[in-house]
């Protein structure tokens, strides 16, 4: 009985590593890198004046 176990788990054991080589997802690994900054917003003003608010103080 203890032979019949040890062949079994050992098994599972085995199917284990088995599924694990062979079911891993593999991602493609990109070759072309954009070295090229993208530019979200062009439009930058520094002229911009903020009132600040009456405290009260």
């Not at 593999?26 to 917003?41: C, E, H, L």
Request: with cysteine; proline share 5%.
């Amino acid at each position: 009985m203890l032979v019949t176990i040890t062949l079994c788990v050992t098994f599972l054991v085995i199917v284990n590593f088995l599924l694990l080589k062979f079911s891993c997802n593999k991602t493609p690994k990109q070759t072309k890198v954009n070295k090229m900054p993208v530019i979200i917003r062009s439009e930058i003003s520094l002229d911009q004046e903020q009132a600040l608010a009456p405290t009260g103080s």
